[in-house]
């Protein structure tokens, strides 16, 4: 192919660390319910915005656009604003555990503890009412594995 | 460092500045004439009437409701077992805020979520289920019907049901709520019908009410939902009377029913009752004066009985926190006294689970039983507005008349408050608000106990929240499938048909319709359907 | 790293979405892979149309294509859209919201919608748009829709980059954006008035069709469309207008393709030289520019030959 050839011939001489670089971690953010509170998300994706992150907002989403907008964005970390029963958005994390393994979920909302607890047994961390923006941003940064400035 | 505390810097909600105490001269001039006035009695901010709670307590009013209808039955009747003195119906938000059935796919993706935090209600027999031996006749009945595109349904069904167990209309009691700033301000359902479209229909409602159903509340504008979205008390209370000012202009375009009985129908509205105890209190004092002084001077209405504002509140959910949630018991019982002290005539007192889930039955019981203790024990009841002379209560209640008054004008500069909602322009008021509240917060300005500060808990009581029934999907769709086999298929269609129609024509009352439709059992779905198709969507301003 | 690259575009040339998002990532966070990603794309590229939508925020741009995409669905197997929105200049971060309007064919296959952050970029488009379009042409995508930042101001990258350019204004246009007008009607094909079913429509064609008229050299006069984006009005008229355009372009699609080629290389070559410049800069030769006695004119010169010197030798060693 055309791409080996290139390579053969040292096309591809430049290391990232070139000046053109500009990593940026990308975080969806979905509601999985149907109810309107807009408010505890709209706050949480502004901090991340603030915090350097470009966050892509697609509002109340089914499993199903939950899962293409996270292939099809390519983003580094799903965040999940649970607003309703706790088995809606297990079909969204279930699905994306499925088609994308290795990206890392966090949510908040209106999650009972014994939600939360099933939650993090399914490795997605959970910041109830009352969380700072500065642990959610913080648990951002770990979670993409961002480097610290 | 640490940083200090200045104290020469405290701001109220509404952003008054606080003085270490006042003095009689602090009273603006104006309000200082008013301040000898009677309860009763123009400019009404001493309250409704002369004996107050003695004749009449305000009234134990909680929003209740989950699952099938039949758990909303059982819930409202264990509420009213432990003294609850009128009843509120809670639709489920996926179908009755979108106007869907339970088989549409925006639902069917989130069957789970279905009768989580209100009964599913699709049909007149699922209303007919969650009234059953409920005192219609006796109480005062919340239909629900919190969303625009929703209460037309809800009221019919409510009305329906009513009627058909031999109840006359033009003696129940009750409202739906029908509210501007839940819809389109709080919150943004997936769908919606455009305001100018919602407008039509609560004109509607309340043209048909000021007709055929003069103890009813037609609509009820909930100052509460724009609070609790991030309004501060002055804008509250400004964006309701601009949200009332659209309905009574609307009304008098009309001129199908007295202007009068529509202002009757307006001035039963909902507030917030906040934690800063005072300035809560003042509120519900300046929002009697306000309408007072709106309906004399813009309709010329002074009949008292009239332009004396009627009050429900409910305290502050979003004061409530999901760390320690006893602490939530105090905070009730201190947003009540607030609301108390400012005179409303009914309130609810949220769930100290309120961060958690909808209310669990214990938390409901220690709603209910706050309001025994303020009603029974403390002597609250006994002398009318209490705080009335307070040099301080009094210039806060001036203050915010007048900020409020300032607001209001602002939304009429921006064209009026629906137009305030089409562009968006409140939504960033109370956004740019929220900012402000949780920064507070996040920097310590604003402490928050068991959440920013003394987090230790040592609590004996696991509070785990309250997840009601799992059936109500499965049983919702058997019953839409139920309904529509056995309904008589040709009236359920003209029915619809005919409520089609009359979506389409401008100025004919889609009530009488819908009532026809709903007593054919025409489901709500079908009537989300015709809306959709009559009406279209509203633009969302913002983004989610 | 060069070896995952490989194998990602191994995959993503057959169709594998996440290898296709994967590299878009790439591209956005490295313009030098990016512009050698493309190059080895050059021989699989060309094979696409690519349509701009631009004008002013709050147009409805997004929901415009989200009408638009039903419809092209009938001529064109599988649409792939960028849509570009504002990066923030203090924190570099973005909400990027326009994907919730593009949900009415949210989870086909056949639809792919990227949104991008603009990451400083001025002109419209996102610093690898572009990239991302050459990625999407060789992967298949034969309809490649952008949608630019919509800043308001003059946006005439896009008229490079696509095809066909729609430029999309509402009515009441003429009173608020007088001072862009200019560019505005330099740069589309075709002209929407979205949002007709607010008043003014008339007025606004009439001030569109009187600004249209005052750009000269213009081989064929562009059309005015009249739409509703949320109600579907006049979308089919629109995406038919689209259609004809491209398909009076379809003969030359070898032209096109000839285009995008020339744009490519001088695309990568003006990028080489910027990066070159970049690296020159810091040498000592360059930083001593401000210290050289330059007594007469052709000590001036002799400077210049040095560094023009300097930066070719700087390139060939690339
Ligand atoms: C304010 C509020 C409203 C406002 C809306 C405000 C708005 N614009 O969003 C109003 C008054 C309009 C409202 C209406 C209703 N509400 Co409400 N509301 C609340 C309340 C009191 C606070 C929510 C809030 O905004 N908090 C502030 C924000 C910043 O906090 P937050 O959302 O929790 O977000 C924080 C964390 O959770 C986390 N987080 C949130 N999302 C995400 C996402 C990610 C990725 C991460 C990492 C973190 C994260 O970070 C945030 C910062 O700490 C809660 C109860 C409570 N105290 O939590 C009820 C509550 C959410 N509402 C509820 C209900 C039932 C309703 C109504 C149905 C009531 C009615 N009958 O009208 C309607 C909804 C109608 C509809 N169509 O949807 C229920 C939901 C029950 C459930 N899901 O089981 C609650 C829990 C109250 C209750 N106990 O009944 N509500
Ligand atoms: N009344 C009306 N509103 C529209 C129309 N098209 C789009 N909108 C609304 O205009 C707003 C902005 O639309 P959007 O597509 O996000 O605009 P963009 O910023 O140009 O992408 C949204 O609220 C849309 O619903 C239309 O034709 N008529
Ligand atoms: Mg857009």
């Known amino acids: ?149 | 460092m640490k940083k200090e505390r200045k104290y020469d810097d405290m701001t109220s909600a509404a952003g008054i500045k606080l003085k270490p105490f006042y003095t009689q001269t602090d009273i603006p001039q104006k309000h200082r004439n008013f301040v000898d006035s009677a309860p009763g009695q123009a400019p009404y901010h001493r309250g409704s009437h002369e004996t107050g709670y003695r004749t009449k307590p305000w009234r134990i009013f909680q929003l209740s409701g989950y699952g099938k209808p039949e758990d909303e039955n059982e819930r409202i009747k264990f509420l009213l077992k432990n003294g609850e003195t009128g009843f509120i119906m809670e639709h489920d938000r996926n179908t009755a805020d979108h106007c869907y059935n339970v088989d549409h796919p925006e639902v069917l993706a989130r069957r789970e979520d279905v009768g989580l935090t209100g009964a599913v209600m699709q049909s007149v027999r699922d209303t007919a289920i969650c009234l059953d031996g409920l005192p219609i006749g006796t109480s005062f009945g919340h239909a629900g019907g919190a969303v625009v595109q929703h209460a037309p349904f809800a009221l019919a069904a409510y009305w329906t049901v009513a009627n058909r167990l031999g109840y006359d209309l033009r003696k129940i009691a009750g409202t739906g709520q029908s509210d501007f700033n839940l819809t389109y301000l709080g919150c943004i359902t997936k769908q919606q019908i455009p305001t100018k479209a919602g407008l039509r229909l609560n004109a509607d409602i309340i043209e048909f009410c000021g007709k055929e159903m003069p103890r009813w509340v037609p609509v009820s504008i909930a100052g509460y939902n724009g609070a609790d979205s991030g309004l501060t008390p002055d804008q509250e209370l400004g964006s309701l009377f601009a949200n009332a000012v659209e309905y009574l202009d609307e009304i008098k375009k009309r001129n199908s029913i007295p202007l009068e009985l529509a202002a009757k129908g307006c001035g039963g509205v909902s507030f917030r009752a906040s934690i800063r105890i005072f300035e809560e209190a003042a509120k519900m004092r300046a929002a009697r004066l306000m309408w007072g002084e709106l309906l004399s001077k813009r309709y010329d209405i002074t009949e008292p009985k009239i332009a004396n504002l009627r009050i429900h509140c409910v305290t502050a959910g979003s004061k409530m926190t999901y760390q320690q949630p006893l602490n939530n018991i105090v905070r009730g019982t201190l947003m009540a006294l607030s609301a108390v002290l400012g005179g409303v005539q009914s309130l609810g007192v949220s769930g100290y689970d309120e961060a958690l889930s909808i209310p669990s039955e214990h938390a409901h019981q220690m709603s209910v039983r706050i309001q025994q203790i303020l009603q029974e024990e403390t002597q609250l009841t006994a002398v009318t507005d209490p705080l009335g002379g307070s040099f301080y209560v009094e210039t806060l209640t001036a203050e915010l008349v007048e900020k409020s008054w300032e607001f209001y004008e602002e939304i009429q500069e921006q064209g009026g408050y629906l137009a305030c909602l089409d562009s968006g322009w409140l939504h960033t008021k109370a956004a740019e608000n929220q900012h402000r509240e949780f920064m507070a917060l996040e920097q310590g300005d604003q402490k928050l106990v068991g959440v920013t500060s003394a987090m230790e808990d040592i609590s004996p009581f696991e509070v785990e929240g309250f997840m009601g029934t799992d059936d109500a999907f499965d049983v919702a769709l058997n019953r839409l499938n139920t309904v529509k086999k056995e309904r008589h298929e040709s009236s359920a269609t003209r029915c619809l048909k005919e409520l089609e129609k009359v979506c389409l024509s401008e100025n004919v009352n889609i009530m009488p319709a819908m009532m026809d439709a709903v007593a054919a059992e025409v489901t709500l779905g079908e009537i989300g359907d015709v809306f959709r198709e009559a009406f279209g969507d509203w633009d969302v301003p913002i983004q989610l | 790293m060069n070896q995952d690259i490989s194998d990602l575009l191994q995959r993503a040339l057959k169709d594998d979405r996440a290898a296709l998002a994967r590299l878009l990532s790439i591209m956005e966070n490295n313009s030098v892979l990016a512009a050698e990603i493309e190059l080895s794309l050059l021989p699989s590229m060309g094979k696409s149309f690519v349509v701009g939508i631009t004008g002013p925020p709050g147009a409805g741009k997004s929901s415009l294509i989200n009408a638009l995409i039903p419809i092209a669905a009938k001529d064109f197997d599988r649409t792939a859209v960028i849509a570009v929105d504002p990066s923030s200049t203090f924190s570099q971060g973005a909400l990027l919201g326009d994907r919730v309007r593009m949900n009415s064919y949210n989870h086909s296959e056949k639809l792919f919608v990227r949104s991008m952050g603009s990451r400083g970029n001025l002109g419209g488009l996102a610093r690898s748009t572009v990239s991302a379009v050459s990625l999407f042409d060789s992967c298949n995508w034969p309809l490649i829709i952008i949608e630019t930042l919509g800043i308001g101001q003059i946006e005439l990258e896009i008229a490079e980059v696509a095809d066909i350019t729609v430029v999309v204004l509402n009515p009441g246009w003429g009173d608020t954006f007088q001072a862009n007008k200019a560019g505005i009607t330099e740069s589309g094909d075709i002209y929407v008035i979205n949002k007709s079913d607010r008043p003014g429509v008339h007025k606004t064609r009439i001030e569109l069709e009187e600004s249209l008229a005052l750009i000269p050299h213009r081989s064929r006069v562009p059309q005015i469309v009249e739409t509703i984006a949320n109600t579907d009005t006049g979308i089919v008229g629109l995406w038919h207008t689209i259609a004809e355009s491209l398909d009076s372009k379809n003969t030359d699609l070898k032209q096109i393709r000839e285009l995008r080629q020339q744009q490519l290389f001088h695309r990568l070559v003006s990028f080489k030289i910027e990066q070159a410049l970049g690296v020159a800069t810091k040498s000592s030769l360059w930083k001593n520019i401000v210290s050289q006695n330059i007594e007469n004119p052709e000590d001036a010169r002799d400077l210049l030959d040095n560094l023009l010197l300097d930066i070719s030798t700087r390139l060939r060693n690339y």
């Open chain 1, 1 to 149: 192919m055309f791409l080996e050839k290139l390579l053969a011939i040292g096309m591809f001489p430049y290391n990232s660390e070139a000046s053109n670089t500009m990593e940026q971690k990308r975080i969806l953010m979905a509601k999985t319910g149907l109810d309107g509170h807009w408010r505890g998300p709209t706050i949480v994706a502004r901090a991340l915005r603030d915090a350097g992150y470009e966050v892509i907002m697609i509002g109340m989403a089914t499993g199903e656009e939950i899962l293409r907008a996270c292939v099809d964005e390519d983003v580094d970390l799903v965040g999940l604003n649970i607003g309703g029963h706790i088995n809606v958005a297990l079909r969204a994390i279930e699905a994306i555990k499925k088609e994308r393994q290795s990206v890392p979920i966090f949510a908040g909302g209106t999650i009972t503890p014994a939600s939360a607890r099933e939650l993090n047994a399914l490795g997605v961390e959970v910041y109830p009412p009352g969380s700072s923006l500065t642990d959610i941003v913080e648990a951002a940064d770990r979670l993409t594995q961002r480097k610290q400035a």
